[in-house]
Every structure is written in C-alpha cells, then in structure tokens.
C-alpha cells in the first residue's frame, strides 16, 4: 500500500479541494480496475456534516421562533412581517460576510445560529407597538410610523450594545481572538441587519397588511398582566429582600458551577478516530503487524465502524517513521451512528483487552477540541542533569498520587546507556596527569574524521575525508583498554591505563538535552483520566506541589492545557470587562443620564446567575466557549432593562407617579419582553440540546445564554424595578429635570 497525505492551499476552502481529489480518484480508479483508493482520513466530510447540523439549526431555531411569535400574536399577518425579517437579516449578513472576507465555516455559521432569535428581537418590539397602538385606535398609517418612531431610540441602543460586546475581541489576544472574530462580525452584521429591517421594512409592511387587523387580545396574557402588576406592587415593599436574595443566588451559583471543573473546548464527535498500539519492547515489524491485524479485526466487528486503516510508525495522525513496534490505525466511523465516540472509544478499548502492547484511543483530532492540547504539564529548570532527573523523578511520584492522573511521565522514559568517565584526580597526579589531559585524549578519540576538500561535479557537491588507521569506532569495551602517556616518579614517560586513574560507570542519561531561555529543562506530564476534570485535577496538583521544595537554581512551572485554559479564560475576562464598558457609554448617550444605565447594568449579574445555573444542571465545566455566551449574554440581557426603563421614563415625562410608571411600565413591556427572550430563547434550543454534528462546540454558549435568559427575564421584571425605585428619590421626571 502507498499513503497520500494531501493539504490544501492557503484560500481555498476544505470541502471543493475534497471533493475534487475524490472526483480525481474516482477517475485513477475507473481507468486502473487494480487501483484501490479508501480514504482513511477526510475533513471535507466532517466540515460539511457539521456545516449542514448548524444550518438545521438555523432553520429549526427560526421556525421556533416564528411559531412563539403566531402563539403571542394570534394573528397570522403580523407574524408574517416579523418572519420576513429572518431571510432578508440573513441575507444581509451573509452579503456582508462576502465582501468582509469572512468564509462560512463552523464558527461564522454557529455566530448565525446563536444570532437568528435574536434577528426578530427590533421585529418584535416594532411590530407589538404597532399592533397595540392599532389597538388604541390609530389609522394603520399612523400606528406604524408613530409605533416605530417611539422605540427606535430603545432598539437602536440595545442593538448597539448586543454588537458592542464583540468590540473588544480586537483588544485579546492568540487563539481566543482567532476563534471568535469571525463570530462576532457574523452576529453584528445580522443584527444591524435586523435592525434596519424592523425600522423600515417592518412599518412599511405593517402599515399595508394591519389595515384590517385589531389587536386580538388574550385572556391569559391579560390575566399574566394583571397577576404580574399586582406582584411588582407587593415585590416594591421588599426591595432590599429582593436585591439580597438576587446577590446570594449569584454567589451561590458561581460556587456551583466552578465545581464542576473548567476545560478549553468541549469534546467534539467526529467521523474519525486515532487508535495507537505501542507493541512490546524488541518486537519486530511482522510480529507487530500481526498484533495490529487482529486489533482490526476486533474494531471492525463494532457496527458503527465503516473502515480500519493501520500504518507502521508512531504517534496520532503520523504517515510513517517511527519504529516497528508502533502502529498508528485510522478507526472511520459511520455518519449515521447513534453512539458518541467517548462510548465508541469505550468499546474499542473492550475489544482489545487482552492484546499484547498497549492501545490508546484518540477522539479528538479533526475538531477544535484538539486545539488546546491535552493534560498537565510541568516543566523544570535548572542546571545539573542529574538533579533535573531526580526532581522529575520525585515531581513525577507526587503526580502518580493525585486522583485523576493517568500515564505520568518523568520526560526521559527515552533513556540511553550513558558510560561515564570519573577521573581520581589523586591517582592522576601521581603520574603528573589532569582531568583536562583525560578528556582531551578522548576528545581525540571520539571526534568524527573531517572534510580535508570537497568535490564539485556539475549536480552535487561531495565530501572528501581522509581516513587511516588510527580512525575506527570506538566500543565501550576500547574506551576501558586505553592508555594514556603519563610520567613516573622518575619522571619518565610510562603509558599508564586508563582503568588506573578512571572509575567507569554505566548509568542512564537523556536521550536529548532541551534548553529554554538557555536554561535545560525537562518536562513531567500526566494525562486525565476518564471521568475527571483538566480544571479540577490541576488545582489538586497544584495543592499537591506546594508542599514540594525545590533546590535553589531550580525551578518548578505548571504548563499543559491548564496554563492554555487560564489564558484564553483571562482574555475573555479582559474582554467581557471591555464590553461591559461599552455597553455603559452607549446606554449614557442614549438616556442622557447616568443613572438608567447605571440601573439598567443590575440585569448583567442576574443573567449571570442564570447561565452559571445552566452549566451547572447540565454538568458543563465552565470553558472558554462557554465565557463567550457570558460576554454575548450581557449584551442581550440589557435590551430587556433598556426597553423597561426606557419606558418608565417615558411615562413619567407624561406626568405618571414614579410607582404607578413603574407598574404600568412593566405590565406594557410585559408581553414584547417575554416574546424577544423566548423566540431567542427556542432559537438557540437546538444548539442547547446539542442536535447534529458540530454542535458540540458551541452548545456550552448556547447553554449560557438559554439559562441566562430564563433566569435573568425573569428577574429583570422584578429587580430592575426594585433598583429603579431605590435609585430615583422623586416621585416625579419633572422634579429630576428640575
């Protein structure tokens, strides 16, 4: 058999560069009956089965959207303008996408994805205040252009500030910007999309197809906003009850979720896995070959595996090299399997029991979740090999007794037989002899025969040396039988053996010596085992090592994906912080005031609090992924609050009693608020449940933000009155002004 390993160019895209070395090798193999082609690995496939879940979801989220819209709305037409909001949003963005160089790839898509509840939101609240004011009486030319023009102000801000949350991903840094630029581009295009569409398309549409249409009103939503009225009323007495029951669930829930560990990226299903089988010491190529084909034969009988391929030469992913006892298998996995390739790998461990050598299973290795490395790593420094060595040794003990490690490595299981040379200076002196002049002999002995000239020939230079006879390979055995010219007490020249003067010594030493910032280092690693946490298992570590004291010009560095996991995490933090900012300066320029938004930030903790909830429930570590939908959360979160307390406001220019505004406020806003936080909410239900290939990656952000908005809606119709009412002394906007 021959292997191709076949990479595509810089600018073109994975899936047309596959599908055309396949029509290629369709063609190799109908024009030659004894060609056969299998391909062992394929990422073309992978990207197109994710590219299709995500594009289910796309769909499944709008239509679940659309369907809360005819539910809220009992009326077909005004659920048809809000629709039509979804495609043309879409096609915006995607048309934006095109000229902003931006490809469609798993994480531009998933940013559509987690976007499409959100296209209808500036739909929604258009459309309901054109509806209600079609329900006060106004002509449906009126309705729609006063409708719009009284929440433009509010929606154009809360757009600014959902694509202001994305800002900051200029400002991070390494992988975590690499990652989500592309996202969040995609989410701002969509959503300025959106908002476009609901201040003028929306209006146009309403002002034609609501002519004949009354507001239909529904007796449960009136019942939930006449019970809601009376709750905010009684919820107003116990304000500061409110707001500490609020704060402690918020810590409380930080606690919860922290426990769960944390990770980089979520393990990914894919179409392909990695078996490794390491056959035992010595064995040779046909004795490993034979262990490899009945480890085949045992994977095949796995009903979900399509195709074993194996190849000599070791480590994941490798095409040869290596020695004969390591095998590389390429395990294909049928697209319509039911299991995940965690109970797959399971299996094939099962399997294999019982075969000679150790098999190890990959399953992560065409996705994202191969990005952020594997395991712990620690890495020493310091001068003295052999020091280095025993503190690997005695860092790698304490690491085999941390529950949660498995395969702990002190760096050098790669030993070689090291003959060591320890001069007795004593003996040497005696024949008038140093250290210098012992190493120097041998220096001689062991230096390689050098280039005298070389060759030129028209295609090639060559080498000449020149050999005699005192040039041959030396043996250890050589090495004990040498002689060095010494003098006597008589100062006479003696040849003295080396046996006299030198203590041989065979021991082990490094296969290789790595250096950093020109100091050696060698590095203790261990894997996670299965059931346990990077995160957790990490700070055990660390707790483990603090006891730990390591001699002075040494030291001691946590490394591995732990150190990669904190990293992006504080890129995201730094991120988040940017944002939370900017969101601030926006709300400032719109309310012309400090106080609303001020107001307004109180419903960022109590999302918070939701989503932390969420990770929790579905036993989700909190991961770089998952910080995204914190960041994005905040930004959806306040055009709750914005909506609210923009018309609060509004109410009170008018001259309504601050409580009175407050309560008539929330029992409006009631219904527009429910609808953009549970068509979001349905939207991103898909990717939440994790449907299709692919949607692995980003269900930790969906889970954040469904858990967010549930929790923090909920709450923002409560506390964020309760804030309004504690921050604002007078009863009336006239008297502020005043």
């Known amino acids: 058999g021959v292997v191709f390993s076949m990479q595509k160019q810089s600018g073109y895209s994975t899936g047309e560069v596959s599908d055309r070395i396949k029509e290629r090798f369709a063609r190799l193999e109908s024009e030659n009956e004894k060609v056969n082609i299998i391909e062992l690995m394929d990422q073309g496939i992978y990207i197109d089965l994710v590219v299709d879940s995500v594009l289910q979801n796309i769909l499944s989220g709008a239509a679940l959207a659309v369907i809360i819209l005819l539910i809220f709305m009992k009326s077909f037409r005004p659920t048809l303008v809000i629709a039509f909001s979804i495609p043309i949003s879409i096609v915006t963005a995607l048309v934006l996408m095109y000229f902003s160089g931006i490809s469609l790839n798993i994480i531009s898509l998933s940013g559509l994805a987690l976007g499409v509840g959100m296209l209808v939101d500036n739909s929604i609240v258009v459309i309901e205040n054109i509806y209600r004011m079609r329900g006060l009486g106004c002509s449906a030319r009126k309705a729609a252009v006063e409708g719009a023009n009284q929440v433009a102000g509010s929606i154009a801000s809360s757009t600014m500030t959902t694509i202001c949350v994305f800002l900051p991903i200029v400002f991070t840094e390494g992988i975590t910007r690499q990652l989500f630029v592309d996202m969040g581009l995609t989410i701002a295009y969509s959503l300025l999309a959106s908002l476009a569409v609901a201040l003028t398309v929306v209006p146009m549409m309403g002002a034609g197809l609501l002519k004949k249409t009354v507001e239909k009103r529904s007796r449960f939503l009136d019942a939930v906003q006449f019970v809601y009225g009376k709750i905010l009323r009684e919820v107003l007495r116990v304000k500061l009850l409110v707001l500490a029951a609020a704060l402690g669930l918020l810590a409380y829930s930080g606690y919860l979720a922290i426990s769960r560990g944390t990770a980089f990226m979520p393990e990914m299903d894919s179409t392909q896995m990695t078996v490794s089988l390491t056959a035992p010491e010595g064995s040779t190529l046909k004795e490993t070959a034979a262990i490899s084909d009945e480890a085949m034969k045992r994977i095949l009988t796995i009903p979900e595996v399509t195709d074993v391929g194996a190849m000599a030469g070791g480590g994941s992913m490798s095409l040869g090299g290596g020695s004969g006892e390591e095998i590389s298998m390429y395990v294909l996995l049928d697209e319509e399997k039911t299991r995940s390739n965690l109970e797959l790998a399971d299996e094939i461990l099962e399997k294999t029991a019982g075969l000679e050598g150790e098999i190890s299973v990959e399953t992560s290795t065409m996705d994202m979740s191969s990005l952020g490395g594997s395991g712990i790593s620690i890495q020493l420094q310091g001068r003295e090999l052999d020091e280095l060595k025993r503190i690997a040794g005695e860092v790698a003990d304490i690491l085999d007794r941390v529950e949660g490690t498995t395969q702990v490595s002190d760096g050098i299981e790669e030993k070689t037989l090291e003959l060591r040379l320890v001069v007795d200076k004593n003996a040497a002196m005696s024949y008038q002899l140093t250290t210098a002049q012992v190493f120097q002999l041998l220096q001689g002995k062991l230096a390689e025969a050098s280039s005298a000239t070389t060759l030129s020939t028209q295609s090639k230079d060559y080498a000449v040396l020149v050999l005699d006879d005192a040039d041959e390979t030396l043996t250890r055995e050589k090495i004990r039988n040498l002689t060095i010219t010494g003098k006597d007490e008589e100062n006479k020249e003696v040849e003295v053996p080396l046996e006299e003067i030198v203590d041989f010594q065979d021991t082990e030493g490094f296969s290789s010596i790595n250096r950093i910032n020109q ?48 990293e992006a995490m504080g890129q995201v933090i730094k991120m988040l912080a940017l944002a939370v900012v900017f969101m601030y300066l926006i709300m400032v320029i719109q309310f012309q005031s400090l106080l609303s938004p001020f107001i307004i930030m109180f419903t960022i903790p109590l999302a918070f609090t939701g989503g932390l909830f969420g990770l929790y429930l579905t036993d989700s570590p909190v991961s770089v992924i998952a910080m995204i ?3 994005m959360l905040s930004g959806i979160i306040v055009n709750n609050g914005i909506v609210l307390v923009d018309y609060i406001n509004q109410l009170r220019r008018e001259g309504m009693d601050k409580k009175d505004a407050i309560v008539e406020a929330g029992r409006t806003r009631l219904r527009p608020i429910l609808m953009t936080a549970l068509t979001t909410i349905l939207g991103l239900m898909p990717m939440a ?28 119709l409560f506390v964020v009155p309760c804030i309004y009412d504690m921050l604002n002394r007078n009863k009336s906007m006239v008297e502020e002004e005043i």
């Open 629 to 631: 939908g914190f960041v």
């Open 519 to 566: 100091n050696r280092y060698v590095t203790v690693s261990a894997g996670i085992a299965d059931g346990y946490n990077i995160g957790l298992v990490a700070q055990k570590v660390e707790k483990a090592l603090e006891g730990y004291e390591v001699p002075e010009g040494y030291s001691l560095e946590m490394a591995g994906e732990d150190e990669t996991i904190n």
């Open 689 to 716: 449940i994790g449907m299709g290939m692919g949607a692995d990656m980003v269900q930790p952000m969906a889970i954040v933000t469904v858990g967010g908005l549930v929790y923090g809606t909920l709450l923002t």
